[in-house]
């Protein structure tokens, strides 16, 4: 029962690098998001999807791509990376509508940028 | 824009013993959801109870209660029987039934179990 699979779990960068945080669901959920988490200011939500082909920024976009190919994939892009996007991401998927609006949850990934 | 309030950002309590946690959001819907989840040091988000604005009775899940005031905008949290396994930090969020259907989360209360 994987659940919402995210990787890696940890990645050091150096400022200006780019990289690809990776999210995949087996739960057939049309939506899925990006959080990111830092002390005192709980999940702000980046980007998020309500199906394939289907995105849209959330409070804190900048800085990050998404994309949606597939219901099951939904990779977040770093393309410079810069100190302040050090954090703990999560991705979190969800059914749409007629749902109970439980968030599944992936493990989270640290990230750390110098 | 809808936004979740969690004022204390710490919180203490016995073992055995029982505490609220307390959560306010401000939002202009009739429908939408509350919840509240639970995170431990492993990091992972875990749902500890959710509930429906349009259903009237407090949602419980075992030690696990839910004070909800929906003309107040309020929705507090209590543990009863407090066991070191619930020490984390607890996330108040909101889910609105409109549009996207985004999660906003508060800011989150980190909760120790004194033995």
């Known amino acids: 029962n994987a659940g919402v699979t995210q990787t890696p779990k940890f990645q050091v960068l150096k400022t200006g690098q780019s990289m690809t945080l990776q999210c995949a669901q087996d739960m057939n959920h049309e939506y899925m998001s990006w959080y990111r988490q830092d002390p005192g200011m709980g999940l702000r939500l980046i980007h998020y999807?309500?199906?394939?082909?289907?995105?849209d920024q959330g409070e804190v976009p900048n800085g990050y791509n998404v994309s949606r190919s597939t219901t099951e994939d939904f990779p977040l892009r770093l393309l410079s990376a810069a100190p302040s996007q050090t954090s703990v991401y999560f991705c979190a998927s969800s059914y749409w509508r007629g749902n109970t609006g439980e968030l599944f949850f992936g493990e989270g990934s640290r990230l750390t940028v110098l | 824009a809808q936004t979740v309030t969690q004022s204390q950002p710490e919180m203490s309590v016995q073992e055995a013993e029982t505490v609220t946690l307390s959560c306010t959001y401000d939002t202009s819907e009739s429908d939408y959801y509350l919840f509240w989840y639970k995170q431990p040091p492993s990091r992972q988000m875990i749902l500890v109870i959710r509930q429906e604005a349009y259903k009237q009775q407090n949602a419980t899940e075992n030690r696990f209660s839910v004070n909800f005031q929906k003309a107040a905008k309020s929705f507090s949290l209590k543990i009863s029987d407090s066991q070191l396994g619930d020490a984390a930090m607890y996330f108040c969020?909101?889910?609105?039934?409109?549009?996207?259907?985004?999660?906003?989360f508060g800011q989150g209360t980190r909760l120790t179990i004194n033995p």
């Open positions: 969020a909101y889910r609105t039934f409109q549009g996207a259907q985004k999660l906003v």
């Open positions: 999807s309500v199906g394939a082909g289907i995105t």
